[in-house]
């Protein structure tokens, strides 16, 4: 998926998508703003500013997709120059302007940068760094705006006028910024000879994606209305049904009133009222008033509840009220008033005896808030509302939401006109669905519009290349052939060598090593593998040896040469290793070849205290030597050393080394020589001295009479060296190469394979037409088609092992073998196949991988049974120790004669028909081939109609703290 994204043209059809998205949603809302003048159906449109905007974004961009310098540069400058005005009129706040130019100076400053990087992608000099800069800042610009509607915190980055127009803007402000890197390099992609397909494409395909948004979003907003005239008609009935049921109420009781007489009336009212109070909590206040409105008797509900009446006589528009209600009977509520507390209250006279002028009356007190409780809690409609009198808000359902904040939807008056309900929506939206869907539908269709450019230039682009397909398929052949040379000469080099060649993992575990292995360490490779390399030192040198370790794996140093250790031998005899090794970045593996230096330690040894005997012996020795005392003098140079350095021993006894040989001073040969008779520790190095053209091996040992040089001309090694260097880097190049051309063989083989199955099965629908052989001949022709198919991704999958792999971690065995029984569900039932299985250790490797080995073995056990005989397959670990353990795979299936064991794990090697057995031949293969990469051996064991077993040893290569489950 990553790979696809580095393709241009996947941009391509990504800016092409985009770019015409933002001038058919700009052009849409620009619509609305002129059909609607600016009011579309309750819902705040988006800025006339922003459509321009997004207009003029879409031609700079569609003309850069086109190639059409002049003319991207001409709109990208406008809207450069256009967005500059309108962030210098937001800032300086213009009132007049203010439905056209958006109040968020952020908006403009994102589209300065979306154009000021349009122009400098037609440009032919551009900055990679300021591309990515201006993209982060305009995707973050995008993000803050999204967050901003859950945030209050970040109202500031807010980009739209309405939640929805907030989404658009965001969304498409963050996918305008992901294209700005590549910009430039779509520019010079030439695919112009698809652009008028592609822009036809593109507009049908965003053209239906934005009428489908736009119809949406008209229909969702009249559906809004409709609800705000639903919930005010809902809240003038309930007030009216209030004001009814209240009034009734305090009628009945005044009417009660009217026909009572008694001198115990003050206990019988505290009991009837105590009954109303308890039944009615919206009523704070019950009272009988004298005519000249002193109270006879009265009941608050509490003691705060007392100061509800005082304004009924304080208030002299309250005290006109009251009297009009009392002396005309008029039984209207009073106008709303607030107590102490600052809660609003409504009151309610009704007199005894309504013929009467001068009669006592009942007044009641009602708490607002508690009247209209049961209008707001049955609201379904996700919606606000407020009832103000004379222009006075009374109740408010959101009373935090400011009137800037509140989108208003309906209104009505009612009770003569002094009360008015408003209905209104927060800006925010009420429902995830009132603003999320609209853009979700709008941007899915976007994505299937990109989709449909990108499988249109994949179509048009793959039948150019159809005709390449047979030159790509020779050209795969050849490279199979010259890889099959090359692992043979790898090969060949691995096991000849006398030094040891051997590769590191980062933890310092042994992956691989050449069969000198055993005639330097008495230790086979297999042995050795898997093992960690300190547990085969002498133990006084771990130390230092780890330190350099660790520094060629951090990076600290690149190579390594001439580093000397004591390893013990399998039998227990001490050797000395001189190591070259090389950390490998790419492959996360040190490289080292390793020789034998014990010998050559020895007899350095026996020479320092044999020097003065064994001169003669120096002379008839194939190595070259030298003494030099305190002062770097020639005390002693045998012939060998004259034929090397080409100059006879007389002319360099007695004389300065370095005045002999000027060119050595700085070089390796005068760092080591002084490092050994300053510390007085022999060294062992490589080297080359240019003036004479030789390498040389050197070895050098200081003593109390100065320094022994013994020496030899290394020359054709270092060649060799650098022959089989260069063999394993043509090796890996080579492989590279395969895999590439794998990938691409394989993957185009079966775009025709996939027209041949199709054109058949065509045919086959109309095989009434044909005769009994040409169907035949079609059924012949879908079946091998089929092989072919199964064949390549076998192919694909067998050359990937090694390439594709995972990083090795720790398995669980039986959880990806439950995992295998499951995929093989079907099989199991068709074959009526008995699988037993018991708990399995756990392994390292790649997760992946050994299920793939899983699969294939479960799958053979199962496929390969007598016809009326059902497979019996028994999974099971054996042999499980410290070192490891073998996972074996029995079954009672047909077998196979034993002979044919090494053909079994080859590419293509079929032991029964494909008549019998389907297959293609290649599974046990990629088994093979997978646990050679985890260091498994894998044996068979089968006799004809007794059934086959195979068994694997896996080996422990875990280092705790290093590995997480899979």
């Not at 700085?666 to 520790?681: L, M, P, Q, W």
């Not at 299985?837 to 899983?854: E, H, N, S, Y």
Request: aromatic share 10%; charged share 20%.
């Amino acid at each position: 998926m990553f790979k696809a994204l580095k393709r241009p043209e996947v941009w391509y059809c990504y800016a092409l998508t985009l770019a015409v998205a933002l001038g058919l949603v700009s052009a849409a809302a620009l619509y609305d703003y002129i059909q609607h003048d600016a009011t579309p159906l309750g819902r705040l449109p988006m800025r006339v500013s922003g459509c321009l905007l997004g207009l003029l974004l879409s031609g700079s961009i569609i003309s850069l997709l086109k190639r059409k310098r002049t003319l991207s540069k001409l709109f990208a400058g406008t809207t450069a120059l256009v967005a500059s005005l309108f962030c210098l009129t937001s800032l300086i706040n213009l009132d007049h302007l203010e439905s056209i130019n958006p109040a968020n100076p952020l908006f403009m400053v994102a589209i300065l940068l979306i154009a000021i990087s349009t122009l400098r992608a037609v440009n032919t000099t551009h900055s990679r760094y300021a591309s990515i800069c201006s993209a982060a800042i305009v995707v973050s610009l995008g993000f803050l705006s999204l967050l901003s509607r859950a945030y209050d915190d970040l109202a500031m980055f807010t980009l739209g006028s309405t939640p929805e127009a907030t989404i658009l803007a965001s969304l498409l402000l963050i996918l305008t910024g992901i294209l700005l890197p590549f910009l430039p390099h779509l520019y010079k992609l030439n695919v112009t000879d698809y652009f008028p397909s592609l822009l036809t494409l593109s507009l049908l395909g965003v053209g239906v994606a934005t009428l489908s948004w736009h119809t949406l979003r008209i229909e969702q907003s009249r559906n809004l209305l409709e609800r705000a005239e639903i919930l005010a008609n809902e809240v003038h009935q309930s007030y009216e049904h209030a004001y009814e049921d209240r009034t009734l109420l305090i009628n009945r009781l005044a009417g009660r009133w009217a026909m009572l007489e008694g001198n115990d009336l003050e206990h019988l009212w505290q009991q009837e009222v105590q009954t109303y109070l308890r039944d009615y909590p919206d009523i704070t206040y019950l009272a009988l008033l004298e005519p000249n409105f002193q109270t006879r008797f009265a009941k608050p509900r509490d003691s705060d509840s007392q100061s509800g009446l005082n304004p009924l006589f304080s208030n002299p528009v309250m005290f006109r009220w009251l009297n009009n209600a009392v002396s005309t009977g008029s039984q209207r509520m009073s106008p709303p008033y607030f107590d102490a507390f600052g809660n609003y209250h409504l009151a309610l006279a009704i007199p005894l005896d309504n013929d009467s002028a001068h009669t006592p009356s009942i007044l009641a007190v009602f708490d607002f808030k508690k009247l209209f409780d049961k209008a707001w809690v049955s609201n379904t409609h996700s919606l606000d509302f407020r009832l103000s009198f004379e222009h006075s808000v009374v109740f408010d359902t959101s009373p935090n939401i400011s009137s800037d904040m509140a989108l208003p939807l309906a209104s009505q008056t009612m009770d003569g006109g002094d009360w008015l309900i408003e209905i209104y929506a927060p800006r925010k939206p009420m429902t995830p669905g009132d603003v999320y869907f609209p853009p979700t539908s709008l941007f899915t269709g976007l994505a299937v519009s990109f989709l449909l450019l990108l499988s249109y230039l994949f179509f048009r682009q793959s039948d150019e290349r159809a005709e390449g397909l047979a030159q790509l398929n020779e050209t795969l052949s050849n490279l199979f052939e010259k890889e099959q040379k090359l692992r043979f000469t790898n090969d060949r080099t691995m096991q000849f060598s006398r030094d040891i060649l051997a590769s590191l993992s980062a933890e310092g575990v042994i992956t691989a090593v050449n069969p000198a292995c055993h005639s330097v360490l008495g230790y086979s490779p297999a042995e050795v593998i898997g093992r960690k390399y300190t547990e085969l030192m002498a133990t006084e040198d771990i130390e230092t040896t780890e330190t350099r370790f660790y520094q060629l794996v951090a990076g600290d140093d690149s190579v390594s040469t001439d580093f000397s250790t004591r390893f013990v031998r399998k039998d227990g005899q001490s050797v000395i290793i001189s190591w070259t090794a090389a950390w490998s970045e790419l492959d996360q593996t040190l490289f080292c070849v390793g020789r034998d230096m014990t010998a050559s330690h020895e007899a350095t040894k026996q020479v320092r205290l044999l020097a003065d005997r064994l001169a003669t012996i120096f002379e008839s020795i194939t190595d070259a030597v030298f003494t030099l005392d305190h002062q770097w003098r020639f005390t002693y140079v045998n012939s060998k050393s004259e034929e090397l350095l080409q100059a006879p021993r007389d002319q360099l006894l007695g004389k300065s080394i370095w005045t002999a040989f000027p060119d050595a001073i700085g070089s390796t040969f005068d760092k080591n020589y002084r490092f050994a008779v300053t510390t007085g520790e022999s060294v062992s190095f490589e080297a080359y001295y240019a003036p004479l053209n030789h390498w040389l091996e050197v070895s050098a040992y200081p003593s109390e009479e100065g320094l022994t040089v013994y020496y030899r001309r290394i020359n054709d090694r270092k060649e060799a060296e650098q022959r089989l260097a260069a063999a394993m880097s043509e090796l890996e190049r080579s492989n590279r190469e395969l895999e590439d051309f794998a990938f691409v063989a394989s993957h185009d083989l079966q775009e025709p394979l996939r027209k041949i199955q199709t054109f058949s099965d065509r045919l086959l629908t109309k095989s009434d037409q044909f005769g009994t052989r040409e169907q035949d001949y079609l059924q012949r022709m879908q079946s091998a088609a089929a092989r072919m198919q199964r064949l390549i991704e076998d192919l694909l999958l067998y050359s990937r092992v090694a390439t594709r792999g995972q990083p090795m971690v720790l398995c669980d065995t039986s959880s990806i073998l439950e995992e295998v029984l499951q995929d093989l569900e079907t099989a199991i039932s068709r074959e009526k196949a008995v699988i037993q299985v018991d708990a399995l250790p756990k392994i390292t490797g790649d997760a992946t991988q050994i299920r793939q080995v899983f699969q294939n073995l479960l799958s053979n056990a199962i496929k390969f049974h007598e016809p009326e005989k059902p497979a019996h397959v028994r999974v099971f670990a054996e042999d499980v120790d410290t070192s490891g353990w073998t996972l074996v795979v029995e079954d009672d299936g047909i077998g196979f004669d034993i002979r044919y064991a090494d053909k079994l794990f080859h590419p293509f090697q079929r032991l029964h028909s494909r008549a019998s057995y389907s297959g293609t031949g290649i599974g046990m293969a990629i088994v093979k081939k997978i646990l050679d990469r985890h260091g498994a051996d894998i044996t068979v064991n089968s006799e004809p109609g007794l059934g086959t077993s195979f068994r694997v040893r896996f080996r422990q290569h875990s280092t705790e703290g290093q590995l997480v489950d899979a």
